[in-house]
């Protein structure tokens, strides 16, 4: 990534950022003087020590009841594509798969060319609060944004963790790099608006941690004051972002225009924001001296906030460990490999295409999943299956209650079962491309078999422990213990200890310093200078993948213990 254009804007970029006094006041009198109107009993509090919490948080001071407007932005404030000075040289994006990339990179370059005009920006009052730095983990390792050796130790301490496989499988590096080089510096040059990597990179970090997707005509944008609100989960958060998304995608009307009609106002709140011609913060629920928390999002990992925002919660309950296909293909050929008894199976499927397996793992899992019975140690994925095997291999994944996804414990079921259903002399690839409804139907049924023991089990969580940081145990359901066991048991246990051993082989994986116990990685963190505030963030984040995968170890070695009890009960 090359600079261009002269020194002095990129100086007056910089300046922007380093200004000292009332930035919190210079934005309330910007809010105020583009109409941003804040309810009464809220208020801003700014945080700009450099090794803290960078930027600002909304906080309550008196009791606010549910579904109240905390704040209504003018569209017209909304800093966007469509908005911004250089709007009509800012070129669509082709060639990208993903849309939410492509809308990021750019609103990126939107927002670049009005913090490079600093006080000539019609947002001046909300640029200049803006953060100076953004600690995306995305950018940890990269010299062009952070060559600090905080950064440097950081990228170590993210190695095979959930953080690192976020950044590398998505290819958002060379995304951006190519967007850069073809795209923003082209269009800035032709305009003799000077630019430099890590002014642009700054751009895009800003954009990843705060934009907000509006209406059909802005989309994705920064929404000042708005923004401010920091992030929770659906369940811990109090407000919610909303917009009349069906404006016309040509002008933004918001009424009837030349472009076509626009669907009538559904509710009140529509018919208030369509006459104001704006967007609102609503209080989801009475948030009484407290700081106000909005959801980024559904099913925000801390990876992903690492990696997307610069920051990670104390506790997150969505926190899961993925594997890719292929990783887990390569950790069970490793584990049969060391045994004496799987050499057959190891010979058959490690020639195994992978693709091919991957869609008889979903045609399987699936009917699983519809046949009615309930195995609380599993659980369905909520990620959408592609084209891609590495897209689908995110099905692949353990929670923070130490459950399985259907797919990942059908992948091991079918890595053991699948060789004894092959023909002698038959290719395993031409077995699954040419598998039959009846071909799946068995081997759906086989794994049953061998999941059958489990529908005796049960997770049960331990009360009186506090949601963020609750256990759970391993019981039996008795329930059920009136039925036949008909399971291959030997199997169901050569299983149990295959999963296990999976997840010892990930845990062998994770950070600096794979083998040394959580409790010494502390102390190193602890030991830290002050300003290794990323390099503690990922070690933070290092130690509870460890803690998840050791919680699941403890998990499964008991569901293997248990299954043992009941196999003996029927025996």
């Not at 079962?417 to 799946?440: E, M, Q």
């Not at 994986?509 to 502390?522: E, L, N, Q």
């Not at 998840?548 to 003996?568: G, N, P, Y």
């Amino acid at each position: 990534m090359r600079s261009s254009g002269s020194k002095s804007s990129s100086e007056s970029y910089f300046v922007l950022h380093q200004q000292d006094g009332d930035r919190l006041g210079i934005l309330l009198d910007w809010a105020c003087a583009n109409d941003i109107a804040i309810h009464p009993g809220i208020h801003l509090e700014a945080y700009f020590e450099p090794d803290t919490r960078p930027g600002i948080a909304v906080f309550s001071h008196d009791d606010i009841p549910s579904d109240t407007t905390l704040m209504t932005i003018p569209r017209s404030a909304l800093l966007s594509v469509r908005s911004c000075t250089i709007a009509q040289h800012i070129p669509p994006i082709s060639g990208l798969d993903d849309d939410e990339m492509s809308a990021k990179l750019s609103l990126a370059l939107a927002l670049f060319s009005e913090l490079v005009r600093g006080r000539d920006s019609r947002w001046f009052g909300y640029l200049q609060a803006l953060p100076k730095t953004v600690p995306l983990a995305l950018f940890w390792g990269t010299r062009d944004v952070f060559p600090d050796d905080d950064s440097r130790e950081a990228s170590e301490w993210i190695v095979g963790t959930e953080v690192e496989k976020e950044v590398r499988s998505r290819y958002y590096l060379d995304q951006i790099a190519t967007y850069y080089e073809t795209v923003a510096s082209p269009v800035l040059s032709k305009l003799e608006i000077p630019v430099t990597p890590e002014y642009f990179l700054h751009a895009y970090a800003l954009v990843s941690s705060r934009a907000l997707r509006a209406d059909a005509y802005h989309g994705l944008c920064m929404v000042p004051i708005a923004d401010a609100f920091n992030h929770a989960s659906v369940m811990n958060s109090h407000a919610r972002f909303e917009v009349i998304s069906h404006v016309c995608p040509t002008c933004g009307s918001q009424n009837d225009c030349s472009h076509g009609s626009r669907r009538p106002p559904e509710s009140q709140l529509s018919a208030y924001l369509q006459k104001n011609d704006a967007c609102a913060v609503i209080g989801a629920f009475e948030a009484n001296s407290q700081e106000i928390l909005m959801c980024y999002g559904l099913a925000k990992s801390n990876a992903s906030l690492l990696v997307h925002h610069g920051f990670a919660l104390e506790f997150n309950e969505d926190n899961t460990i993925s594997w890719d296909a292929s990783e887990l293909k390569d950790d069970l050929l490793a584990i049969q490999a060391s045994g004496q008894k799987r050499d057959a199976t190891n010979t058959i499927m490690s020639g195994i295409s992978l693709d091919s397996f991957l869609r008889l793992v979903e045609a399987t899992s699936d009917r699983l999943e519809h046949s009615g019975y309930d195995y609380s140690v599993l659980y369905k994925g909520n990620f959408l299956c592609s084209d891609d095997h590495r897209r689908r291999g995110s099905k692949l994944r353990i929670d923070s209650s130490g459950r399985m996804t259907t797919h990942m414990w059908m992948f091991v079921n079918l890595w053991l079962v699948l060789p004894g259903y092959i023909t002698s002399g038959v290719d395993i690839n031409d077995a699954i491309k040419n598998r039959t409804k009846s071909f799946i139907d068995t081997l759906t049924m086989a794994c049953r078999n061998i999941m059958e023991i489990l529908l005796r089990i049960s997770l049960v969580k331990k009360p009186d422990l506090d949601s963020s940081t609750a256990s759970w145990e391993v019981a039996i359901n008795y329930e059920t213990m009136g039925n036949d066991v008909e399971a291959e048991r030997e199997l169901t246990f050569q299983m149990l200890r295959i999963v296990n051993e999976v997840f010892a082989r990930r845990l062998s994986r994770i950070g600096k310093y794979p083998d040394m116990s959580s409790d010494d990685i502390w102390r190193i963190c602890a030991n830290l200078p002050h300003n290794r505030h990323k390099a503690r963030m990922a070690i933070a984040e290092a130690i509870s993948e460890r803690d998840l995968i050791e919680r699941c170890l403890s998990t499964w070695q008991a569901i293997e213990d248990v299954a043992r009890k009941i196999a003996h009960i029927h025996a």
